[in-house]
């Protein structure tokens, strides 16, 4: 697959202006088209002063703006996205306007470039049958604010190729989205169910059933948002919501169709009063009607095949921030309840049909079950993806039970020669699910967590001494666990978005899934030591100079990597290599005579006095038992087999977790820097 280098973005409001902020921070080349130099720079305006607010909030130094803003033209003249790669229409919801432009951009534009759509109402087929390149032609519907927000809907028509689909998921991914593969269909898939919950919200104050204040309270109890239907809609504007809905309603029937209450509000040119009495008598009604409509209509999306139910979840968790998805609320609410409160709007709207996958589900009689863990074989290559983007890919019981079963998959399949694990969106894997370690130490269930282990060590075990060539694919951050994962593979392809990195020191306890012992092989219990002590993060480059990395390459050259690699057949992961000179000063800190010293507060020596302090520094924050019992570890475990290694490490876990450092450090992640106390 060819590189994404320049893309065009038509369009230059708040929605084509967003877009094109993001994909230049991301280093890629665009050029920002409209039809009046006034709008041109208007939206260049907009971005400067975005990403100064950036500078000012200490997000990016005013170099890295200059950088990022060096990568953007804008423009009057069309012809100057001939060459793009991508070109993408953000304009004003006009069918007609639209229609013209897509027409003018297939005369302009070369052969290889694929014309998107971010329209959110219209059908993406209805603009691909105007163009000699339907095959080129797909939705990339963005959502508010497209510099922030991180989902991206792919939306392909029927005739849609699948490699401009590819092509569509590489340019999300390298501007840092997460996408979803939507059907091309009314409202595509988030739309689909929040428009209605907007409108739902409408018809509930229409019909006298409750006042707004109590309605936004419902809300945001029943779905744990922060803002309420009313607010949403003064914020977003209450015509893009009366825009949605009236097409949800032409295009799907009357119980989609607009409140005129809403039309009503809209016509006043007001936003709605949210002020007045809470009536706590009211909101549970109110609960039940909003999730009887959104899980509804969220089961009959993935009913009709529009998404399916995770990327449905991961719309709603992504794109709106909601912390669940309609379906895990439905598990959460139970099957049953969800049934009665969907039964009870089909009763109230004759439009409005039973999903079938509701009712297969209530007669099953238990929760709705998630594939994390996706597998497809292509070329004799199973590509194994961790699909939990919206949580990092991080590591829990759900994810390891399903790596275990679509690896075994791969490994009995014959036509497999190679099987590659890679993770969805911007992370390889962020480490494990930290919540379940917490709660096991809180209800005193360790020996949980020390078998969880044990079963993800005989899973990387088995990854390691397969007979078929497994590879990780390191395209993103990688931590903890999933730096583990990588390192039990027999190869490592990454990209320059790749690292390893192992945090836990920081968290009171030390990495107990095997990183530490495969660090050690490949580099030397000293390295293994300086990057376990100080969490440090290794790079994509600094990990191919070691040798870890076996092929480092572009994300568009993934593909020819991993076939060369499988022609050429698997090597010795650990074979004896030169530390290159740099990484010296580093080994040496963890040298015996400086560990002693490191662990009892005092700078190592024998190295540059800068760089011993600032490490000195860095360890000081650790926690001292995580980092007596990893030194201990790496020590003892050198020279015996993987497996003997194995045990050595899982015999300190009940150890590890039994102190009050980790539960510190465990339950201080991403809230405060935790306080050890060595104990």
């Known amino acids: 697959m060819s590189n994404i280098s320049k893309i065009g973005v038509i369009g230059a409001g708040n929605m084509g202006s967003g877009i094109a902020q993001k994909i230049i921070q991301e280093g ?10 006034e709008f041109v720079e208007r939206g260049m305006n907009t971005i400067r002063n975005l990403l100064q607010e950036a500078v000012e909030r200490k997000i990016f130094t005013p170099q890295q703006v200059d950088e990022t803003l060096s990568r953007i033209k804008g423009t009057t003249d069309f012809n100057e996205v001939a060459d793009a790669d991508i070109v993408i229409e953000a304009v004003f919801e006009d069918k007609q306007v639209k229609t013209d432009l897509f027409k003018k951009l297939d005369q302009i534009c070369a052969e290889k470039t694929i014309l998107a759509t971010n329209t959110s109402s219209f059908y993406v087929r209805d603009f691909a049958g105007q163009v000699g390149r339907p095959d080129r032609f797909v939705g990339l519907h963005y959502f508010f604010h497209p510099a922030k927000n991180r989902l991206l809907e792919v939306i392909p028509h029927d005739g849609t190729s699948q490699d401009t689909i590819e092509k569509s998921l590489l340019a999300a991914k390298l501007h840092s989205k997460t996408a979803i593969l939507v059907k091309d269909a009314p409202g595509f898939a988030v739309n689909r169910f929040f428009v209605p919950f907007l409108n739902e919200a409408a018809r509930l104050l229409e019909e006298g059933v409750a006042n707004i204040p109590t309605i936004e309270e419902a809300a945001k109890r029943g779905f744990k948002i922060g803002m309420g239907p009313f607010q949403l809609m003064n914020v977003t504007g209450i015509p893009i919501a009366v825009h949605a809905s009236t097409t949800l309603g032409d295009e799907l029937g009357p119980f989609y169709a607009t409140a005129d209450i809403l039309k009503q509000q809209m016509e006043k040119r007001e ?11 009211k909101i549970q009604a109110v609960i039940d009607r909003l999730y009887g409509v959104c899980l509804g209509v969220a089961a009959a999306l993935v009913d009709e095949g529009v998404a399916s139910a995770e990327d449905t979840d991961r719309g709603a968790k992504i794109g709106l921030r909601w912390v669940m998805g309609p379906f895990e609320m439905m598990n959460r609410v139970g099957i049953d309840k969800t049934y009665q409160l969907v039964q009870a709007i089909t009763e109230k709207y004759d439009d409005f049909k039973m999903p079938g996958i509701l009712e297969d589900q209530k007669a099953k009689g238990e929760p709705f079950a998630f594939k994390l863990v996706d597998i497809d074989v292509k070329d004799g290559i199973a590509w194994i993806t961790v699909n939990r983007p919206e949580a990092m890919n991080a590591l829990n019981e759900a994810v390891f039970a399903q790596l275990d079963t679509r690896f075994s998959e791969a490994e009995k399949n014959p036509e497999v020669e190679a099987i590659v694990f890679q993770g969805a ?8 699910d930290i919540r379940y370690f917490v709660q096991n130490i809180k209800n005193d269930k360790i020996p949980d967590t020390v078998a969880f282990t044990r079963k993800g060590h ?34 490592i392809v990454a990209t320059p978005a790749g690292s390893i990195g192992f945090p836990e020191t920081g968290i009171g306890i030390y990495p107990g899934l095997g990183g530490m012992l495969r660090f050690a092989r490949h580099v030397g219990p000293e390295l293994a030591k300086y990057y376990t002590f100080t969490g440090a993060p290794l ?31 698997r090597s010795d992961k650990y074979r004896p290599r030169d530390i290159p000179e740099r990484f010296r000063p580093l080994a040496q800190m963890c040298a015996k005579e400086n560990v002693e010293r490191l662990l009892s507060g005092k700078s190592p020596e024998g190295v540059p006095e800068d760089i011993a302090a600032k490490t000195a520094k860095i360890v000081g924050y650790k926690a001292p038992l995580a980092l007596k019992v990893a030194n201990e570890i790496i020590d003892e475990q050198a020279g015996k087999p993987m497996k003997e290694a194995v045990d050595i ?31």
């Open 425 to 432: 969106g911007k992370a390889f894997v962020a480490g494990a």
């Open 28 to 37: 890629i080349n665009v050029v920002m088209v409209d039809i009046k130099d």
């Open 458 to 491: 005989e899973l990387f075990l088995r990854i390691e001494e397969s007979e078929k060539f497994t590879i990780a694919l390191l395209d993103g951050l990688s931590l903890g666990g999933g730096s583990e994962l990588a390192l039990s593979c027999q190869a």
């Open 271 to 281: 936003n709605w009063n949210l002020k007045g009495e809470v009536d706590e008598s």
């Open 539 to 569: 790079s994509a480059q600094d990990a191919y100079d070691l040798g870890i990395v076996t092929r480092l390459g572009e994300p568009a050259e993934v593909d020819t990597a991993m076939a060369a690699l499988t022609s050429e057949g």
């Open 649 to 679: 490490e899982l015999g300190r876990l009940q150890e590890i977790f039994s102190t009050s450092d980790a539960l510190e450090g465990l339950s201080s992640l991403g809230r405060k820097r935790p306080e050890f106390k060595g104990e």
